[in-house]
């Protein structure tokens, strides 16, 4: 069926079958590779976009229940050729390894700072709880988060 | 790569259409909602409906407000939603106390109440919290609206009493004045279904237990409740001889199976200090004066 999924603000109009699952519609029909794809079980959380400005797990949605919804994904967080503080947060902190869950870490923490500016290591650490980083390195991921929100509160 | 068999796609607009197009697709059609239950379980082909309906745009299952004398909680409201609710969490602490542990802060973004309920999952929290607080499940069908009493909502694992052609629109929670509530689980991770789980309601009047409400989740407790548990509280005096009675007789008739998180004889003496605990804080919560 035809759908048009806005995604990082442009609209894309596919012809899709309705099982087609949102993650690869982003990957595979859009070419926006940087959102990631792991367990197929909405448990890992790598496939993590936002819908309508929510994050949500996009192995466990549909193409067709996106359409006519935004989508960000994290080639939409940089504006205007320049990161977005969380991007620079896990720059700055070492906030990736390998990089895998990297993409829906960052969105998490861009949708948890765009609601509390000033989370705690406690409050950064439940919103990233659904979602796993095989290198372990939760540490610089909350590190990360939270400079950008000092980043954020300084600017 | 796991994707689902092929199916029909449909997406309603209102109650009324979504009713209209299970009816023209028949039995094997399945509402769906937030999916985090049903698409996994149609990439392993555990489910294989012919056609979805997709009833995430019906605002109208999206209320949850006060009316009269019960909460009343749309079958769309997200879990995300309910948590954040401030007003539902005064009313019925153990409605918060279980969704905090439901799966994860981004899967509670998409996955709606009335969709863990209608998925019947044995190891589903609300189920056992909405089977303590005795709520009414409202079901509209073709011929109108009929309500269910939640002890008669569930029918058996992934069963319920929502037929084809019906879709669960609201669940209602009578609001008890001197009641307390909680919820108490033991999980083997953050995030996972319980090994074992028991929600207890209390209505203390004059120092006295005047109702009492117990849910049992993952244990195989009938309709998730613990109805001999229940009778040995009323008239007691609260306190925790009373509660601990209360916790054997509820762990003496639940089923509990021996599977991957633990054994059978393990989950019976969870459920005996969990509705235990429960119990306590609920009569805490009642104490304090949380609901009048």
Not at chain 1, 17 to 42: A, K, Y
Not at chain 1, 115 to 120: A, F, H, L, V
Not at chain 2, 103 to 111: H, I, K, L
Request: contains cysteine.
């Amino acid at each position: 069926m035809m759908i048009t999924v806005t995604v990082n603000g442009q609209a894309h109009t596919r012809d899709v079958e309705p099982r087609m699952l949102l993650v690869h519609f982003l990957r595979d029909e859009l070419r926006l590779t940087g959102t990631h794809w792991g367990c197929d079980t909405s448990n890992c959380g790598v496939c993590v976009v936002h819908l309508d400005g929510t994050p949500v797990k996009s192995c466990s949605v549909l193409a067709v229940m996106a359409d006519g919804h935004e989508v960000t994904t994290v080639e939409g967080l940089e504006r205007d050729g320049e990161l977005d503080t969380v991007q620079k947060g896990f720059v700055e902190c070492h906030g990736l390894q390998c990089g895998f869950c990297t993409p829906g870490m960052m969105l998490t923490a861009r949708w948890l700072l765009d609601r509390d500016p000033d989370p705690s290591e406690a409050e950064i650490r439940e919103a990233i709880s659904g979602q796993l980083c095989r290198c372990t390195g939760y540490e610089n991921i909350v590190r990360s988060v939270r400079w950008a929100a000092e980043s954020e509160a300084a600017s | 790569m796991q994707v689902p068999a092929r199916f029909e796609y449909e997406r309603a607009s209102s109650v009324g259409h979504a009713l209209m197009l299970l009816e023209r697709l028949g039995p094997e059609a399945r509402v769906v909602a937030g999916g985090h239950s049903l698409i996994p379980m149609m990439k392993l082909r555990l489910a294989q409906p012919e056609a979805l309906v997709d009833i995430n745009d019906l605002a109208e299952l999206s209320h949850l407000a006060v009316e009269g004398d019960e909460l009343v909680v749309g079958a769309l409201v997200r879990h995300a939603r309910l948590l954040a609710d401030a007003e539902a969490g005064r009313l019925f602490p153990i409605l918060h106390d279980a969704e905090r542990v439901i799966a994860d802060p981004v899967v509670r973004n998409r996955g709606t109440v009335g969709g863990s309920l209608c998925q019947a999952d044995p190891s589903e929290d609300l189920s056992a919290a909405f089977s303590a607080l005795r709520a009414t499940a409202v079901i509209q069908g073709p011929g109108g609206a009929r309500t269910v009493p939640i002890r008669e909502f569930h029918t058996g694992p992934y069963e319920t009493a929502v037929e084809p052609g019906e879709l669960l629109t609201e669940l209602r929670v009578p609001i008890r004045p001197g009641s307390g509530s909680a919820y108490q689980k033991v999980e083997r991770r953050v995030g996972d279904w319980p090994v074992a789980a028991a929600g207890a309601v209390l209505v203390i009047h004059d120092g006295v237990i005047a109702e009492a409400g117990i849910g049992l989740t993952a244990v195989g407790a009938a309709h998730f409740a613990a109805p001999e548990a229940e009778e040995s509280l009323i008239g007691q005096v609260p306190g925790e001889e009373a509660y601990a009675r209360a916790g054997a007789l509820a762990a003496a008739h639940c089923e509990p199976q021996s599977d991957q998180r633990g054994p059978a004889d393990y989950k019976r003496h969870l459920v005996g200090e969990l509705v235990r605990r429960a119990l306590a804080r609920a009569a805490e919560r009642a104490g304090r004066g949380g609901l009048r």
